[in-house]
Structure formats: structure tokens, C-alpha cells
């Protein structure tokens, strides 16, 4: 197993700056982009790196996803948008280890938020921050699902989101067939719907003709950046991001 990328103090605060660039912070009471007490917020993102000696407590995705959410969301280190702040760390630290989150609707996130907030998630035994926290981990780890390294088949819908990550410009699809151009190299690529798969042989047919291939030094596994995680996931659950401010 590949080595676990942590979130930094630093990243936390990266999550927290990007988002204020962003209507639905700007918009709904977002508060200082700072945190009102640093200390506290500190305190909150080192959780992950709780540790005996040299050994760290926690070692699994789920359970420094959870630690970064939780320690985020219950310091109230920041004016406001504390769970959205949470929200959005976690999700980044998700994907900075290359892991979906899967068979979860906005509903099951609201509802994941507002009960960690209210201190009503199902613990077993006593409740406090280390059996909260174990419950959190417990929800995140039936929904994480690692990716797949290397080129694989994928839908032409989530093909299209990894390629605009690297400035790939989409024309309008024509005769079942879209052209995809970057930096002045084109490809012609099958377009019968949004959810087709693409299959493997194509998938490295448009890396190799957009110089996207792993001999430009662009390898299966290079990391998104992390204000354009922040950006797509603010997009994508916009709605969410609404009913959290009223949490």
C-alpha cells in the first residue's frame, strides 16, 4: 500500500481561503476567512497525526478522513462555515489519496453533518471524541472506494473531468464523434452519450496524442491540484453546501 497522504495545517487553511473566493461562502455567512482562534484549529487538523512515539494512531484512510473532518468541524476555530469548512478538508484528503466516495447522496452527507454536530451519530459505549470519531471512520469506510492506478475504462463523462484538468478544450459533438485538442494536438474521440464508456485502448490513444502520457512525466497517479478539488467539489455540491450554512 502506497504511503497516506496527510492534510497540513497549511492545506486546511489553503481549503478555507480558496472557498472564501467562492459565492456560497461569500454568500451565506461564511464569516472571517482566518481562524478566530488558531490554536484551536491547530488542535483540530492534528488529530491525524496523533502518535505513540513514532507509530501514528491512526493509519487508514477512513480513519484520518474522519479525524480531519471532526477535528475540523467540532473546534469552531473559524466564525462560521466550520462543517463546510470540514466537509470540503475531507473530501480533499479523500481524494489526495486517490479514493471515491461512493453510494452517498447530498442527503446522506447533510445528514452525516448534522448528526457528527449534534453529537447524535451511533456510538458504541461511551459517547466522546474518541468514540465519535470511530463512528465517523465506521460511515466513511463502506463508502470509500480506492482508484485504480493506470489507464482503465471509464465513462466519457469522467474522462472529460480528469482532461479539463489539464486545459483540454472540448468542441461540439458531431456524428457521434467530439474533438478534444490541448497545446495544439487534436484527437476525434467517439461521443454516442455522456455516460459511454470509453474503453482502455482509447483512454491511452487520447493520453499519447495529447502528450498526456506518462512519457511527458504526467503518470496515472499525479494528485489534482487542491484549490480545483476545492472548486469542483464547492460546484458539485453546491446545494449542500446551502443547507449546511443553516446547520
Known amino acids: 500500500m502506497s504511503q497516506i497522504v496527510r492534510l497540513s495545517e497549511e492545506e486546511g487553511l489553503v481549503v478555507r481561503r480558496r472557498m472564501s473566493l467562492l459565492a456560497i461562502a461569500t454568500r451565506d455567512a461564511f464569516g472571517q476567512v482566518e481562524p478566530l482562534h488558531p490554536n484551536k484549529f491547530n488542535s483540530g487538523i492534528y488529530r491525524q497525526y496523533t502518535s505513540f512515539g513514532d507509530v501514528y494512531k491512526y493509519t487508514t484512510i477512513d480513519e484520518i478522513a474522519a ?23 475531507m473530501l480533499a484528503i479523500i481524494e489526495k489519496n486517490k479514493y471515491y466516495l461512493v453510494s452517498t447522496t447530498e442527503d446522506d452527507l447533510y445528514e452525516f453533518a448534522r448528526q457528527v454536530a449534534a453529537h447524535e451519530i451511533e ?67 467517439g ?27 504526467i503518470d496515472s497517479g499525479s494528485f489534482y491540484d487542491l484549490e480545483e478539488t476545492v472548486d469542483r467539489f464547492v460546484n458539485e455540491y453546491r446545494d449542500l453546501m446551502r443547507r449546511l450554512a443553516d446547520l
Not at 161 to 174: A, S, T, V
Not at 191 to 217: A, W
Request: glycine share 6%; with cysteine; net charge positive.
Open 67 to 89: 479525524n480531519v473532518f471532526y477535528g475540523i468541524a467540532m473546534s469552531h476555530a473559524f466564525e462560521n462555515g466550520n462543517k463546510r469548512t470540514a466537509l470540503l478538508a
Open 123 to 189: 456510538v458504541a459505549g461511551e459517547r466522546n471524541a474518541d468514540s465519535e470519531v470511530t463512528a465517523i471512520s465506521k460511515w466513511l469506510k463502506s463508502r470509500l472506494r480506492p482508484k485504480k492506478i493506470g489507464d482503465t475504462a471509464t465513462s466519457f463523462k469522467e474522462l472529460k473531468r480528469q482532461l479539463e484538468q489539464f486545459d483540454c478544450e472540448f468542441g461540439k459533438p458531431y456524428k457521434n464523434y467530439i474533438k478534444i485538442s490541448r497545446n495544439g494536438f487534436s484527437i476525434s474521440t
Open 191 to 217: 461521443y454516442p452519450k455522456q455516460n459511454f464508456i470509453v474503453p482502455v485502448s482509447e483512454v491511452k490513444k487520447i493520453r499519447r496524442t495529447l502528450h498526456l502520457d506518462e512519457q511527458e512525466g
